[in-house]
């Protein structure tokens, strides 16, 4: 049972930065693709970045170019980078493995980013 670990969030003033770390459980971790998600109030769960195997990676139109993704598999840790941020990055962000586009594991605790403007 892979467990995930998600810190780094707090409270930031629209424009700020954040870095944002999630530990893995378990010797899989550098096999798979893995990707950070948000959920704000009232909303579903969204895929916003995420990153293969080999390190490619992808983003949501919402956060390209002010978030990024990065892991290291030695650390079983994968980080989100996210600068500029915005009233509307407010959220619990989630990291998890994907595979065939959905969520592989069970979800961990989250961390919340609260963004103030």
């Known amino acids: 049972q892979v467990q995930l670990v998600e810190s780094g969030g707090g409270l930031m003033q629209a424009g700020g930065s954040l870095r944002l770390s999630c530990a893995a459980s378990?010797?899989?971790?550098?096999?798979?693709?893995m990707g950070w998600y948000r959920q704000a109030p009232g909303k579903a769960r969204e895929l916003v970045a995420s990153?293969?195997?080999?390190?490619?990676?992808n983003y949501a139109d919402s956060v390209k170019d002010r978030f990024t993704i990065s892991r290291d598999n030695a650390k079983n840790t994968v980080y989100l980078q996210m600068n500029s941020l915005k009233p509307e990055d407010t959220a619990v962000y989630y990291c998890?493995?994907?595979?065939?586009?959905?969520?592989?594991?069970?979800w961990g605790q989250g961390t919340q980013v609260t963004v103030s403007s």
């Open positions: 990153i293969s195997s080999g390190g490619s990676t």
């Open positions: 998890n493995a994907i595979m065939a586009l959905k969520p592989l594991w069970s």
């Open positions: 378990g010797r899989i971790f550098s096999i798979n693709a």
